[in-house]
């Protein structure tokens, strides 16, 4: 058994940021980085909105961070973690104190077991895709899960969002800034969206709703060019006109080719620059579950999230837990020494800077409950 001062487990943004700091404060931080390591970062190509930075590769961003936190003292192992035991659990922690101090365990994938006074949680969260191989190819080459990242890239192109949910509404607004034309695909005639969010998208003049229509393949290359999708009209009398006639009522500004139609679809190709995929987020939390809190979505609660989730009067989060949450520590969740950063917490933000800003809080509150875990 190895004993550490504090694991951290998550070698994206918010686990190495967490660890540059802990390893400046002396505390010899050791990170699980996964396999693959580097979180959702390796998967971007530009970065140009990490400040301090004009423009760098997601994946280099990674390797300066490493590097930057091992010079430090940080250890980084390229593994993933099997199991967790959170011994501060629910708050049934005895006192710690000098002769017996509360450790956390952990086991890697390969079996080692480890030991930790405090540990961080940085695990992140990944975008869902739809799964279909062509959206795979073009991933990167014009196929995006993040507008706030990579709209800059469509200026005055037209662009797609796949998804009915806040999330696609958002980044359709996000995109109207840069793109010429924005087409919202959603697989349903209603939106899961929030009203507010509906309204604002269909008085958008730029934005174009494609309901009841589903994507069966990315177009494209070395670069996507178009989707091809299948739509079920609700008004089934539209079925009934020609192809010249159905293009005719796509928006004036798309390129839309009907290839054909049955008595069910119109099976259509949209000619476009950029496809954003806005389909939801999975949190990779898994591995705790059982141990700590979570929200009705798999997001870590921290003290921070709990009170917000309360603020905003979320009876299904207040239900989730009977956990009691440290005011002291905005990033402590309800394990006692565990702390929880970045994408595995923060559903609404999500910004390779963001991540780097809780990953440096949770460092710091790790830091001043390692010198006095009573406070
Ligand atoms: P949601 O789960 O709310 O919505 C996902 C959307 O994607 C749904 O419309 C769903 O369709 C569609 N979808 C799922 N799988 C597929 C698929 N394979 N093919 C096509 N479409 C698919 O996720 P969000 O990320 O939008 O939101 C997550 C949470 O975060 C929500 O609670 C949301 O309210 C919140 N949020 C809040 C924001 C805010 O307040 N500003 C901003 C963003 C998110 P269907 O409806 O048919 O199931």
Known sequence: MSTQNVIIIGGGMAGLSAALYLARAGLTPFVFAGSPPGGQLMLTSEVENFPGRESILGSELIDVLRKQATKFGTTIIDENVKSVNLVGAGRALPVRNDESPVQHAVESASGKEYSARA??????AKALWMG???ETRLRGKGVSACATCDGFFFKNKIVAVIGGGDSALEEALTL???AKDVVIIHRKMEFRASKIMQERVKKHPHIHLFLNAEVTEFL????????RIKISPSDKSILSKTVSELEALSPALLQTKVEKKDAEYIYSKIVLDGVFVAIGHRPD??????QIA????GYILTTAMYALAQLKADSQTATVTNNVFDVHYQTMTSALGVFGAGDCVDHVYRQASTAAGMGVQAALDTERWIENPQV
């Open 176 to 178: 109207t800034k840069f």
């Open 285 to 290: 939390t898994d591995l705790f579950k059982g």
């Open 294 to 297: 979570f929200d009705q979505k």
């Open 220 to 227: 494209g290359e070395q670069r996507v060019q178009g989707l």
């Open 132 to 134: 279909l191989p062509s």
């Open 119 to 124: 540990i961080i949680i940085a695990t992140g």
